[in-house]
């Protein structure tokens, strides 16, 4: 009887011991989640010439962000009268929707690692280039981004949209590279960043693991098996 007492007052003693463990290891995971913000990328290499248009959904929301047209446009002036030319153009279907834009509101042709968001402008729409090369920050470049800024549920985010080619030699013609999208409010985002792809994973610790009781170890057993075959 003695015996059995001491088995079962030390088996308390251990199980008050196993639940301090695994309410330190529970308030120490919360005070170190690491946020799960990422970049959503999609791919897309969609050609557009004249008369053609792109609707884009930035973050998947089902609601197009962007409208991008290529389109005969007439260009005159007060010297020359051009006619109809080619014209890839830009707009954000929303008015909250604006693009990183340059001095009198001409759109940034991005380079790959230029950031965005911190641009001073932003404008609401933009000639992106025109044919035979009259007007246009995107005339006859390749691998050029627009960056662009969105209110979500009131929150500003930040993305861009790539473009491999913009040919504006005649009329024009864009070859698209795809967009990207940074989901964490007010994060600027990298021109060409595109993420990894998927979540983050953590390997768990051994408090973490204590944490979880028997159910994180049995995982823990499960994942060891893995590795050795």
């Known amino acids: 009887m003695g015996r059995q007492k001491q088995n079962a007052s030390t088996s308390v003693v251990l199980d008050r011991r196993l639940l301090s463990y695994a309410m330190a290891a529970g308030a120490t995971l919360a005070a170190s989640t690491p946020s799960r913000a990422e970049v959503l990328f999609t791919p897309n290499n969609s050609f ?16 197009a962000d962007v409208l991008l047209k290529v389109k005969e446009i007439f260009v ?7 006619g109809f030319v080619g014209a ?18 001409s759109l940034l042709p991005l380079r790959r690692g230029e950031q965005v968001g911190n641009q001073a402008r932003f404008a609401d729409w933009g000639v992106m280039a025109t044919g035979r090369a009259i007007f246009g920050p995107f ?16 929150e500003t985010h930040f993305g861009w949209i790539g473009f491999r080619r913009v040919d504006a030699r005649k009329t ?3 070859t698209l590279a795809g967009w990207a999208y940074e989901t964490d409010p007010n994060t600027p985002i990298v021109a060409g960043d595109m993420g990894n792809g998927n979540e983050p994973t953590f390997q768990p610790t051994s408090l973490e ?21």
């Open 48 to 63: 557009l010439k004249p008369p053609s248009s792109l609707a884009i959904d930035l973050n998947h929301d089902g609601v």
């Open 88 to 105: 890839a153009l830009i707009y954000g279907q929303d008015s909250s929707n604006r693009f990183a834009a340059g001095p009198f509101s």
């Open 139 to 154: 005339d006859n470049v390749q691998n050029r981004f627009v960056g662009v800024k969105l209110l979500v549920n009131g």
């Open 172 to 174: 024009v013609q864009v």
């Open 209 to 229: 693991i204590l944490s979880a009781g028997h159910a994180g170890i049995q995982q823990r057993r499960k994942r060891t098996i893995v590795r050795k075959q």
């Open 76 to 82: 005159t002036s007060s010297s020359f009268n051009y």
